[in-house]
């Protein structure tokens, strides 16, 4: 199987992820962002979207911890049922509306319920 194969055959069973850092040391910050960007979309300075199986996942944590410092960094990774169900607002908000697509139909959440309230429905 080729490498175009293997691509595709890993992303059939991805998951979406986003990932947040708070790094304290210029150079670390530096190694880590440039590692993000070329595994994952930017969403802001310090957040990305990456997609990956269990094994591209593995390759994105071992990458993150091999460029942060356990003692002074923050970095954060959370799973993402679909990038479409990210809530967005202000000036990047047009520019992600419709980025990945629709996301999935989901029941209707008190989160969601909350911020329809908290902005007049404008969402």
Same mark, same amino acid.
């Given at each position: ?6 691509? @595709? ?6 998951? %979406?992820?986003? /990932?947040?850092?708070?790094?304290? !040391?210029?150079?670390?910050? #530096?190694?880590? !962002? =440039?590692?993000?960007?070329? !595994?994952?979309? &930017? ?7 990456? *997609?990956?199986?269990?094994?591209? /996942? ?6 993150? @911890?091999?460029?942060?410092?356990? *003692?002074?960094?923050? +970095? #954060?990774? =959370?799973? +993402?049922? !679909? &990038?479409? $169900?990210? %809530?967005?607002?202000? #000036? @990047?908000?047009?520019? /992600?509306?419709?980025? =990945?697509?629709?996301? &999935?139909? @989901? &029941?209707? $959440?008190?989160?969601?319920k909350f911020f329809r309230r908290l902005f007049g429905g404008k969402m």
């Open positions: 199987m080729d490498t175009t194969q293997q691509k @595709q055959k890993r992303r059939s069973g991805a998951q %979406w992820y986003l /990932l947040a850092y708070d790094i304290r !040391h210029e150079k670390r910050l #530096r190694r880590l !962002h =440039y590692f993000c960007k070329k !595994h994952g979309i &930017p969403l802001q300075k310090s957040v990305f979207l990456f *997609k990956a199986d269990a094994a591209g /996942l593995e390759e994105v944590v071992e990458g993150v @911890q091999a460029r942060v410092s356990d *003692k002074e960094d923050d +970095v #954060r990774l =959370y799973p +993402v049922s !679909h &990038p479409g $169900s990210i %809530w967005a607002a202000g #000036r @990047q908000n047009d520019k /992600l509306r419709g980025l =990945y697509g629709a996301a &999935p139909q @989901q &029941p209707q $959440s008190g989160v969601g």
